[in-house]
């Protein structure tokens, strides 16, 4: 298994894709993040005061994450659908029989990538915004109720996307057709259930992927947390089921699926 982990690291890092992505992820999650505390603190003087306590800074200086996680998703799609479109994916089975070795070992060379990766922008989305934010006083700091918590969930909820995207793409095998149905699930189901009638959409949308995932980094009032809404841990651990089931059907397709 260690030759098998460290094959998956060395196809990871030499691809250029990965780095593109990445950097587009961690772009996003900071950059976006605080642009929109900038936006805020320029027109505070002009928001009145239940504006003022929807506030949530913790919230805002994350916001980036919505945007991270479509080149989170898109990477762990690619992780092995590249394989099918170039062919490599006949070598690597010729190279370990056991095909669920090789699968496990593309899980866990890629989460632990996007964990340290995710971690990081998640972090630094944060001071960085809270820097933005301190000019008015009105930031957050790790140790207010819930805030670390929502700082290092938005890392855990890429990395579980990221692994989420990666069972996606072994069912589907083809690129277009893997990010297709990963922003389906993630953006366009959602706008499906809100059409529903409102007793329907409180008791669906809370247990859709990303619903439930972005639990874990919504953090407080201010329009991201609710009565609908499942707990932190209970959204995450939703999250991971999903992500775990498509890994698993993934490993089975791949086992009865010539290459």
């Given at each position: 298994m260690t030759a098998v982990l460290g094959m998956e690291w060395t196809k990871l890092r030499s691809v250029r894709s990965t780095y593109w992505t990445l950097l587009?992820?961690?772009?996003?999650?900071?950059?976006?993040?605080?642009?929109?505390?900038?936006?805020?603190?320029?027109?505070?003087?002009?928001?009145?005061?239940?504006?003022?306590?929807?506030?949530?800074?913790?919230r805002f200086s994350l916001n980036g994450l919505e945007l991270a996680q479509l080149a989170i998703g898109v990477l762990g799609a690619l992780v092995?659908?590249?394989?099918?479109?170039?062919?490599?994916?006949?070598?690597?089975?010729?190279?370990?029989?056991q095909r669920p070795s090789v699968l496990a070992a593309k899980a866990?060379?890629?989460?632990?990538?996007?964990?340290?990766?995710?971690?990081?922008?998640?972090?630094?989305?944060?001071?960085?915004?809270?820097?933005?934010?301190?000019?008015?006083?009105?930031?957050?700091?790790?140790?207010?109720?819930?805030?670390?918590?929502?700082?290092?969930?938005g890392g855990l909820y890429l990395t579980v996307l990221g692994l989420f995207a990666l069972g996606i793409g072994t069912m589907i095998r083809h690129t277009a057709g893997a990010i297709?149905?990963?922003?389906?699930?993630?953006?366009?189901?959602?706008?499906?259930?809100?059409?529903?009638?409102?007793?329907?959409?409180?008791?669906?949308?809370?247990?859709?992927?990303?619903?439930?995932?972005?639990a874990i980094f919504r953090n407080g009032h201010g329009g991201f947390a609710g009565i609908?809404?499942?707990?932190?841990?209970?959204?995450?651990?939703i999250f991971c089921a999903y992500a775990a089931a498509s890994l698993i059907l993934g490993g089975v397709l791949l086992v009865r699926r010539d290459a």
């Open positions: 587009f992820a961690i772009a996003a999650t900071i950059g976006i993040s605080a642009l929109i505390c900038s936006l805020y603190i320029n027109r505070y003087a002009q928001l009145s005061p239940a504006d003022r306590f929807e506030f949530n800074a913790t092995i659908t590249n394989e099918y479109s170039t062919g490599v994916i006949r070598a690597t089975l010729s190279a370990v029989p866990l060379v890629f989460g632990a990538v996007i964990l340290v990766v995710g971690e990081a922008a998640s972090f630094a989305a944060f001071f960085l915004g809270q820097s933005i934010l301190s000019s008015r006083h009105i930031e957050a700091h790790l140790g207010d109720p819930g805030v670390l918590r929502a700082v290092i969930g297709a149905t990963l922003f389906g699930l993630l953006l366009v189901l959602p706008g499906i259930v809100a059409a529903l009638p409102l007793s329907w959409q409180n008791a669906i949308e809370k247990w859709l992927p990303a619903n439930a995932g972005q609908h809404q499942l707990s932190p841990w209970a959204g995450l651990g």
